[in-house]
């Protein structure tokens, strides 16, 4: 049992860095063993589906806000601070704008009112809002770095730069991100991402951060020395940079069980270390916190154990390392 000063959420606390994970409502409403690890281990939490635009805008112009504000309420009544997520992807775009065609000035209109009445309705309430998800393609195709989306087909690249635009009107205090998996380390994807918010930074774009999901595996994780110089740079922009959505997949490594194990504490071990050195690392957050409920093995069809806790809700080793690495220096 976790005393109280031996748990994530207390010695994190001491290093003034929230630490957090992705949360779905499902298990927030009807497992109180969840409950429990939850208020016990974090202060900072991310809704894993609830804000997106599918979810908050399932019909047009009719908005569904009572799962988030219940999600916003529960956090705040346990002291944790909210992240938004998300206002502009690719998935979860409702049925009713996908299979339409739209003018850009009507994609536009959808878009801004969207963002508008959604950061509008948390203005004041959050800690972060993801704005632009996913929006660097993975490779360049014909020259073009941005991903082949909705947004960039029905607006055009400019969409990102109005997406923090509009966000910023809604609500200025708030802090808004780009986020996005792959370019965590150094290498193509991480420059293209790098390229896109310095330019974004030098035409007074407010935009505040990058999230680095750090969807990661035993198999050729980001080397931590890679990590801290992308922070560094994005640093040297004035950008905060979070580690959003941190899993570590375990599955595809080669070695004996326990090689693998040994692997993924590593890998929790050097990115929160790398995390707690960078003087713009703001948030550290996995994307669920027990086995079960991660999105991978739905994903990736396999079975995979990727977090820090598994399906009983015991601590793994890659829990305890993280324990270790915050008590250093505190
Ligand atoms: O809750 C509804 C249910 O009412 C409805 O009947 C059912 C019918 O489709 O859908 C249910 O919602 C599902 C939702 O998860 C909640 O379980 C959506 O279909 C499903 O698409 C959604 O998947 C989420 C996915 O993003 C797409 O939004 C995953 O939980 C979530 O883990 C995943 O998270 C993404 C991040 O946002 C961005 N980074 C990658 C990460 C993993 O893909």
């Not at 606390?13 to 992705?22: P, S, V």
């Not at 908050?56 to 002291?79: C, G, M, S, T, W």
Request: aromatic share 10%; net charge negative; proline share 6%.
């Amino acid at each position: 049992m976790n005393t109280n000063n031996s748990n994530l959420r207390s010695l994190a606390q001491k290093r003034k860095l929230a630490i957090g994970t992705g949360v779905s409502m499902e298990p927030l409403r009807d497992d109180p063993s969840y409950q429990q690890v939850l208020m016990r281990e974090y202060n900072i939490v991310t809704p894993t589906y609830i804000m997106k635009f599918e979810a908050l805008q399932p019909q047009r112009h009719h908005y569904n806000f009572e799962a988030a504000d219940n999600f916003v309420a529960i956090a705040k009544a346990n002291q944790m601070q909210v992240r938004g997520h998300n206002l502009v992807w690719h998935h979860s775009v409702p049925w009713w704008l996908t299979h339409e065609q739209w003018t850009p000035e009507e994609l536009i209109h959808i878009l801004r009112q969207h963002i508008h009445t959604v950061v509008g309705h948390y203005r004041g309430q959050l800690a972060a809002w993801d704005v632009v998800n996913e929006a660097v393609a993975d490779q360049d195709s014909a020259g073009q770095r941005k991903r082949d989306t909705i947004w960039l087909r029905g607006i055009g690249p400019e969409y990102v730069e109005l997406a923090f635009r509009w966000a910023h009107e809604a609500d200025p205090t708030v802090p808004l991100f780009y986020n996005d998996y792959g370019g965590e380390g150094l290498g193509a994807k991480s420059d293209a991402i790098y390229a896109m918010v310095k330019e974004l930074r030098q035409r007074d774009v407010p935009i505040h951060g990058i999230g680095f999901q750090m969807h990661v595996s035993i198999q050729n994780p980001p080397k931590p020395e890679d990590i801290a110089a992308n922070m560094k740079r994005l640093g040297e922009l004035g950008l905060q940079v979070q580690v959003t959505e941190m899993d570590v997949k375990i599955h595809d490594g080669s070695g004996t069980p326990e090689e693998r194990v040994a692997a993924q504490t590593q890998v929790y071990r050097d990115i929160l270390q790398v995390c707690l050195e960078a003087p713009n690392c703001t948030a550290f957050l996995t994307w669920e916190f027990a086995d079960h409920h991660s999105w991978i093995p739905d994903f990736f069809g396999k079975p995979d154990s990727p977090l820090p806790f598994d399906e009983s809700y015991h601590p793994k080793a890659a829990y305890h390392a993280m324990v270790e690495v915050l008590k250093i220096d505190s």
